[in-house]
C-alpha cells in the first residue's frame, strides 16, 4: 500500500508555483486523464482548462500560477459527493507528476471563472484549482495561511472512526488501518475534517458532521465535497490492496448526533 498512502501523506496544497508552463507531455497526461473521471455515484463531472492570462483569472491567495483546472457538475443530489471524488481523483494524479494543485472555493473572482467555464444555469463549479509546478519555496503568506488552519495536523482517528456507534472508537486491523489513515490524511475545507465513518455489520458508513457556512448555491455543500473526497481515498486504498467493493447510498438508520448527515455506504466482497 506504501505508495499510495505515501503519496496522500506526502501531497501537500500548493499556493506558489514556478512561472513557467506546464511541460508538453505533462499537459497532455492531464487532458488525456480529465476526459473521464468516473464516480460511484454515477454523475458525471466535467473538467476544463483555462490559462489565466487568456481569461484574465487569478486568485489573491496564489502566486506565479499560470493554468486552472475547473470542475463543473449539473445540479442534482449527490452532485457535490461526486465532485469531490472526481476532482480529488484528478488532484492525486497530478501529485504523482509533480504538479501542483489547491482547493479553491471562495477566494476568486467568481463569475470569471464561472463564465470561462461556460457555466450553465443548471449546472454548479463548486471548486477550481491552479495547477502548475511548486516553487521551490512557499511565500510568506502561504505558510501563514498553513499555520492558520493548522494543515498539517489532523483529527484523531479514534475520534473519526466509530465500532458499532457514534463515538465507540475503531480498533481497525492493520490492512484497514492503512485505508483509514489515508481517510484522515484526505484534505478538506478550512481542514475541518467533516467525515464520520460508523463500521456497522462489516459495512463502512459514511457521514457529514456538519458546522455552519458550507453550503451556497454556488458551491453545494462544501462539506459534502469533503466527505466525496474521504470516500475517493477510502476506494482508492482498497483498490490498491486488490479489495473490490461497492458504493451505495443505504442508510442504515444508525444513531446519530443532530448535527450529522448520513451520507454513503462502502460494502466490500
Known amino acids: 500500500m506504501g505508495n499510495l498512502l505515501e503519496t496522500v501523506k506526502g501531497r501537500k496544497s500548493v499556493r506558489s508555483f514556478e512561472q513557467r508552463p506546464l511541460s508538453e507531455e505533462d499537459r497532455n497526461a492531464v487532458e488525456e486523464y480529465i476526459r473521464d473521471i468516473p464516480n460511484p455515484f454515477d454523475i458525471p463531472v466535467r473538467f476544463k482548462l483555462l490559462d489565466a492570462k487568456e481569461y484574465g483569472l487569478s486568485s489573491p491567495v496564489l502566486s506565479g500560477e499560470q493554468l486552472y483546472v475547473a470542475g463543473i457538475v449539473e445540479k442534482k443530489p449527490y452532485a457535490d459527493v461526486a465532485f469531490g471524488y472526481s476532482f480529488e ?32 444555469q443548471d449546472s454548479m463549479m463548486p471548486c477550481i484549482s491552479p495547477l502548475g509546478y511548486p516553487a521551490k519555496k512557499r511565500s510568506l503568506k502561504e505558510t501563514m495561511m498553513r499555520k492558520g488552519i493548522g494543515a498539517d495536523s489532523r483529527i484523531p482517528a479514534e475520534k473519526l472512526f466509530f465500532d458499532g456507534a457514534w463515538g465507540r472508537p475503531l480498533e481497525a486491523d492493520e490492512e484497514m488501518k492503512d485505508i483509514l ?15 464520520r465513518i460508523i463500521l456497522a455489520d462489516g ?67
Open 89 to 120: 481523483k484528478l488532484v492525486l494524479y497530478a501529485w504523482k507528476l509533480g504538479i501542483g494543485t489547491v482547493w479553491i472555493g471562495g477566494t476568486m473572482k467568481r463569475d470569471l471563472f464561472e463564465r470561462a467555464a461556460g457555466l450553465t
Open 181 to 195: 489513515e489515508m481517510v484522515r490524511w484526505a484534505p478538506s475545507a478550512v481542514n475541518k475534517q467533516p467525515w
Open 203 to 269: 459495512i463502512y458508513h459514511f457521514y457529514e458532521k456538519k458546522d455552519n457556512g458550507y453550503v451556497s448555491d454556488a458551491t453545494g455543500d462544501l462539506q459534502k465535497i469533503d466527505v466525496g473526497i474521504a470516500i475517493c481515498h477510502f476506494m482508492s486504498g482498497l483498490e490498491e490492496k486488490g479489495i473490490k467493493a461497492d458504493v451505495n447510498v443505504n442508510d442504515p438508520g444508525l444513531e446519530i448526533p443532530d448535527d450529522a448527515e448520513y451520507v454513503a455506504s462502502v460494502s466490500m466482497h
